[in-house]
């Protein structure tokens, strides 16, 4: 039986790359492509992929809302995040809100196929880089979960902090989001007031600090 996949990253050239490396096993099939999280929820439950590849860092929506939306509609879809961020706190936060695995994009071939079949059959899959630096860190006492100022911010703050960071006006996030501009406005004033923040500024360089929003 084929393992049906869903690819999310926001560079074309690493899409193209991964079909083209997964489309060689004979049980792995690609059944859709999204650049962004927002449209990898909506893929995932137009197709209902067995497996979505996730990366962490895009626009619009992040890999970890897309995660935790796409595992809330469908619980029965496992996501495997694939990304270059190998700190504890991303992994920690991907498999707290459902993915199912965590690897490096500087992965071997043969350890994404491998990590595919792992979590296509419901179990968990750690790169032994990622089980590792979890090690280091628990010997260091390193934290393993995001800010607690973070934590304060609702699901849909966190989604209009990322498009304000993402240089979107106030207009443009309301029809990204499908709500009106005084919302837009209220969640805004919300936002800088459990972050402390007074500017649109300040707010851009905390989502980047806490990798809401990739740099470029």
């Not at 509609?73 to 706190?89: C, D, K, T, Y």
């Not at 071939?109 to 059959?121: G, K, M, N």
């Not at 280091?136 to 209009?160: G, I």
């Not at 979107?168 to 402390?196: C, D, G, P, W, Y």
Request: glycine fraction near 4%; hydrophobic fraction near 45%; charge should be neutral.
């Amino acid at each position: 039986m084929n393992i049906k996949v869903l690819l999310v990253d926001d560079h074309k050239i690493v899409r193209e790359g991964l079909r083209s490396l997964l489309e060689k096993e004979g049980d792995i099939k690609i059944v859709a492509e999204a650049d962004n999280g927002r449209t990898a929820a909506q893929r995932a439950t137009e197709m209902l992929p067995d497996v979505v590849v996730m990366d962490i860092a895009m626009p619009e929506m992040n890999g970890i809302e897309a995660t935790r939306r796409i595992t809330a509609e469908n619980p029965e879809i496992r996501v495997l995040a694939l990304s270059m961020h190998s700190a504890r706190r991303f992994v920690s936060e991907a498999l707290s809100v459902g993915a199912k695995g965590y690897l490096l994009k500087d992965c071997a071939a043969d350890e994404l196929v491998r990590a595919i079949r792992t979590v296509a059959a419901d179990k968990i899959y750690l790169s032994p880089d990622i089980t590792d630096q979890i090690v280091k860190d628990y010997v260091k006492n390193l934290p393993d979960s995001p800010p607690a100022a973070l934590n304060m911010l609702s699901t849909r703050e966190k989604e209009v902090l990322q498009l304000i960071a993402e240089g979107r006006n106030t207009k443009e996030i309301a029809f990204t989001l499908n709500v009106s501009i005084k919302t837009i406005e209220t969640h805004r004033q919300q936002i800088m007031k459990k972050l402390n923040l007074q500017s649109v500024a300040g707010l851009t360089r905390y989502a980047i600090r806490e990798g809401l929003t990739p740099l470029e």
